[in-house]
């Protein structure tokens, strides 16, 4: 385990670092002020923010984000939910590593494992990109998957109840594995998810009537839109680990309702199949748990499977480790003047242009992002491909123009 164990600390100190430069830069988008906010305000019980402008709690099933309130309120800053979103995604490869050797592989295949998880654009992109829910997704699957496959009820539930709190659509997942557990593994496990689940869906179908809201739900049509993405995506899910889920034959057929989910779904604000996207969690994790089964039925797959990740990594990540890439520039003078607006005591309202400067400003809860559509929101570069200008940066040469720390042509 020590090699699982050195890739992830390697992995969080990277991603860190990354996620740091991207959020100096003002580049994220306003779901990390939101969530930011949310969770301040939920020390005072109530998960208003002001990035959806109603409570964060009327959108989506998270109570489970609950248990981030004490660690906000003493770091009420957005590098606090940075830093949880890298440990979160990268320590998922520990229990990980040890559900493939509770299934009897090889210390070596399972390190192996863990490995690969961490180089596919998968969890790379979702510890780069905007703090979700699902980032505990990979983490709690794994950990479930461990303690369901060493029969451990009490553990197993509480793995469950806390993958159940994400978001909503976890409950479905969650029912339709349970019902798998009864039926091919323990009963008892099975009923006692499958309850746990029921449960937890009345319970929410309840609260959302109560307080006669809705989710925040995309819409699913039996038209697939883009299909080419969507085979990228499998490809992209199943090519880092060597292709070994294959190798388990019929029961991929038990991932069919994590992959409908964004299948089906209808164009939304951006292509849920961007593989590093949160919506992805899920299913990242269920290949990496079927690609354990694969090695167990082919241990051959285990030799390959650190190079097929490498070269995944290097010509299709989603962040900027892709060659060609380079870190933004910081334009400190701007970043500065988003810290004034964390630290002051006036209300403020920013429109949507500004959503970078709302993920660092979002801790004060008198800070607001405008909710109308912003007809002069910047359409940046999405990478800085200027090694001369970032180096050149930190020797305080600016670029004469940027554009959400991308330096741009007059």
């Known amino acids: 385990m020590r090699s699982v164990y050195f890739a992830v600390g390697v992995f969080a100190v990277v991603y860190i670092g990354l996620d740091l430069n991207k959020l100096y830069a003002l580049r994220y988008g306003a779901d990390l002020g939101t969530y930011l906010q949310t969770l301040v305000n939920l020390r005072h019980g109530s998960s208003w923010n002001y990035g959806e402008w109603r409570p964060h709690l009327a959108v989506h099933d998270s109570w489970a984000l609950a248990a981030l309130v004490p660690v906000v309120a003493l770091f009420p800053r957005a590098e606090t939910l940075i830093v949880v979103q890298v440990l979160a995604v990268a320590a998922a490869a520990i229990p990980l590593a040890l559900f493939a050797r509770e299934l009897g592989l090889g210390a070596r295949s399972a390190n192996v494992l863990g490995i690969a998880y961490l180089l ?28 369901v496959r060493r029969r451990a009820l009490v553990p197993a539930l509480i793995a469950g109840q806390l993958l159940l709190g994400l978001k909503e659509d976890q409950i479905l997942f969650v029912l339709w594995f349970a019902v798998a557990c009864a039926l091919w593994w323990d009963r008892r496990i099975g009923i006692a998810l499958a309850a746990l689940a029921i449960c937890n869906g009345v319970g929410f179908w309840l609260v959302e009537r109560a307080a006669a809201t809705a989710p925040n739900l995309p819409r699913y ?38 992959l409908a989910e964004i299948v089906l779904m209808r164009p939304w604000n951006y292509e849920a199949s961007r593989v590093g996207s949160h919506y992805t969690a899920a299913l990242v994790s269920a290949s990496a748990i079927a690609a354990a089964f694969g090695v167990l039925r082919q241990p051959r797959f285990a030799r390959y499977m650190i190079v097929a990740a490498v070269l995944v990594l290097l010509a299709f990540n989603d962040t900027v480790l892709r060659p060609g890439r380079w870190p933004y520039v910081v334009d400190w ?3 500065a003047r988003a810290l004034a607006l964390r630290d002051g005591d006036r209300a403020v309202l920013l429109k949507r242009r500004d959503e970078g400067v709302w993920a660092v400003a979002a801790a004060n809860p008198r800070v607001r992002l405008d909710p109308n559509a912003d007809p002069l929101f910047p359409r940046c570069p999405a990478y800085d491909t200027n090694a001369a200008a970032f180096f050149g940066s930190l020797a305080g040469r600016m670029p004469r123009r940027l554009c959400g720390g991308v330096p741009v042509s007059q």
């Open 120 to 147: 596919t654009p998968s969890a790379q992109g979702l510890s780069y990109d905007n703090f979700s829910e699902n980032v505990f997704a990979p983490l709690l699957a794994f950990g479930a998957a461990l303690f």
């Open 221 to 258: 049509s039996l038209a697939v839109f883009d299909p080419g993405s969507k085979l990228s995506m499998l490809f992209l899910l199943l090519a880092p680990f060597a292709f070994a889920p294959v190798a388990v034959g019929w029961w991929l057929l038990l991932g069919v309702p994590l």
């Open 333 to 335: 003078h701007a970043y």
